[in-house]
T-cell receptor, first 115, second 115 residues
Framework: EAQVTQNPRYLITVTGKKLTVTCSQN?????MSWYRQDPGLGLRQIYY???????DKGDVPEGYKVSRKEKRNFPLILESPSPNQTSLYFC??????????????FGPGTRLTVL | AQKVTQAQTEISVVEKEDVTLDCVYE???????LFWYKQPPSGELVFLIR??????QNEISGRYSWNFQKSTSSFNFTITASQVVDSAVYFC????????????FGIGTKLQVIP
């Protein structure tokens, strides 16, 4: 089944404890992206990747890192999480190498709470 | 810079009423793509439609229809004869072909269909 998976789905952590949220897609998509969803703010793009080893900042990259060593995986790293990173996170992928102009397929979301 | 405005944050309708969700966008690019996504209470994000800037034809899919007007920079979404299952948050999104490969979402419109 074609899908985007994220792990973990729920995570409660404490300030400063490094964490990684994994994202994997099995559709051979080139474009991958991370979003955070907050009440009243909609979805905001954190980072995106056009292809392996090609990543770039979205609108809210502060406090996050990403890497794209393999086409299928695009982990989101929080080196020192803070309470303002408490949010619902979505990973997405789309087949277009020309950018995010194609339909995006979203993962199920990861609800992160930073105490 | 690209921007998407969904001025209606919450709408309530009685079942079988028609409802229109507004989306107004800003872009300097001549080639861009517009999307609508649905987020039901279960939380996943579901693709509804994708439209490029050169295709102003309105589209109908069952009870759903979309009205794209470049003259007013709007891409409105109408649900005819609404049903309880239409209750969800609906997001409009914009992606430009040139420039930064980012996707900008509106803040979403929460639609509640009352039985």
């Amino acid at each position: 089944e074609a899908q985007v998976t994220q792990n973990p789905r729920y995570l409660i952590t404490v300030t400063g404890k490094k964490l990684t949220v994994t994202c994997s897609q099995n559709m051979n998509h080139e474009y991958m992206s991370w979003y955070r969803q907050d009440p009243g703010l909609g979805l905001r793009q954190i980072y995106y990747s056009m292809n392996v080893e090609v990543t770039d900042k979205g609108d809210v990259p502060e406090g996050y890192k990403v890497s794209r060593k393999e086409k299928r995986n695009f982990p989101l790293i929080l080196e020192s999480p803070s309470p303002n990173q408490t949010s619902l996170y979505f990973c997405a992928s789309s087949p277009s190498s020309g950018g995010p102009t194609d339909t995006q397929y979203f993962g199920p979301g990861t609800r992160l709470t930073v105490l | 810079a690209q921007k998407v405005t969904q001025a209606q944050t919450e709408i309530s309708v009685v079942e079988k009423e028609d409802v229109t969700l507004d989306c107004v966008y800003e872009t300097r690019d001549t080639t861009y793509y517009l999307f609508w996504y649905k987020q039901p209470p279960s939380g996943e994000l579901v693709f509804l439609i994708r439209r490029n800037s050169f295709d102003e034809q309105n589209e109908i899919s069952g009870r759903y229809s979309w009205n794209f007007q470049k003259s007013t920079s709007s891409f409105n979404f109408t649900i005819t004869a609404s049903q309880v299952v239409d209750s969800a948050v609906y997001f409009c999104a914009l992606s430009e072909l040139g420039g930064y490969q980012k996707v900008t979402f509106g803040i979403g419109t929460k639609l509640q269909v009352i039985p």
